[in-house]
């Protein structure tokens, strides 16, 4: 019957029972803390879902400026600057949704990485080459950002987005031994 | 979602692009997929001159090089000092004029810029800007 009832149960759900049975005396403080940490862990995810769904929809909504962001790094052919600004935006806004419902989320998570560590090095190129530039990664928003500034932004939910990566594949790797 | 890490990515990928290829479609005829300025909003120096006294001419690089040199007549107006100098800029303005901008050389971007926001900040039309800039215009002085 309990094995049954097992069974039934998702594998994240069973790791907490296991959880349980170890330390019954514990159980209540246990489960208040693990709520906790899935809340802040949460929090993190909307955190960066509202950064990245601002700065797709800032950029979406005037893509024309965002082309000729992406053509100020001089990194790319004009095409080509045109078409990453019609689907760059997309793509960040398509992934911060799948942050928020947990859909599709370690992808999500690896392309968000993937689209900040390229923002980064071609702000880090552009001002070694002596490139005055707006990077455009919250569009003209961020048009007067100095150069620091850009980058402590970009390391910052460069930091953020590696964590919850981490956490998101050591959690699969658990559910998967289970 | 079991889906390995590879497939959610392409799925999230396919997904982005069906709205991205739609805002093309919308913004089809306000970029060009070709050059990074409309062939409409450009002008050699040759056809600015055609404009006489009907061009504006701005000058949207940094203050110390318009001090060095610039077109005669060119009003200064660049994105450091944009609110400052654009009042100057509309004082010399009037309805018929042709806006004419300049920046350094053919791979500045100010130009571009000054131009977009005139267009868009300032609601003005027939702004153009010079091909190759200053060293264009230098060329054929």
């Known amino acids: ?178 | 979602m079991k889906s390995s890490l590879v497939a959610q990515a392409v799925i999230l990928a396919a997904l982005a692009l069906l709205p991205a290829a739609g805002e093309a479609i919308y913004f089809r005829d306000k970029i060009s997929w070709r050059s990074a300025i409309a062939p409409s909003e450009m002008v050699t120096v040759e056809q600015a001159r055609e404009f006489g006294s009907t061009a504006i001419w701005v000058d949207a690089r940094p203050d110390e090089d318009f001090a060095k040199d610039h077109v005669r007549g060119a009003i200064l107006l660049n994105e450091d000092r944009w609110n400052e100098l654009l009042p100057q800029f509309l004082a010399a303005w009037a309805p018929g004029k042709k806006t004419v901008v300049y920046c350094s050389s053919l791979s500045c971007n100010a130009s571009r810029e000054v131009a977009r926001r005139l267009r868009k900040e300032a609601q003005l039309s027939d702004v153009f800007v010079l091909e190759g800039g200053w060293e264009a215009w230098l060329k054929k002085k």
Request: net charge positive.
């Open chain 1, 1 to 178: 019957m309990a094995e049954e009832e097992m069974n039934k149960t998702p594998n994240t759900e069973r790791q907490t029972s296991k959880v349980e049975r170890l330390e019954p005396s514990t159980l209540g403080v246990g489960r208040s803390a693990l709520d906790v940490k899935r809340f802040l862990w949460r929090i993190l995810d909307f955190a960066l879902a509202g950064i990245f769904i601002y700065a797709g929809a800032l950029k979406a909504i005037d893509p024309v400026q965002f082309a000729s962001d992406i053509d100020n790094y001089k990194l790319l052919p004009w095409p080509l600057s045109v078409a990453i600004a019609f689907y760059l935006p997309w793509l960040e806004i398509f992934c911060a949704l799948g942050l928020v419902f947990r859909f599709l989320y370690r992808g999500a998570l690896s392309i968000l990485t993937a689209s900040i560590v390229v923002f980064t090095l071609a702000t880090i190129a552009a001002k070694v080459r002596g490139l005055d530039i707006t990077c455009g990664c919250f569009g003209h928003a961020s048009q007067h950002w100095s150069f620091p500034a850009h980058l402590l932004t970009n390391l910052a939910i460069l930091a953020a987005l590696v964590v919850l990566s981490f956490k998101a594949t050591s959690r699969n790797r658990l559910q998967n031994a289970v």
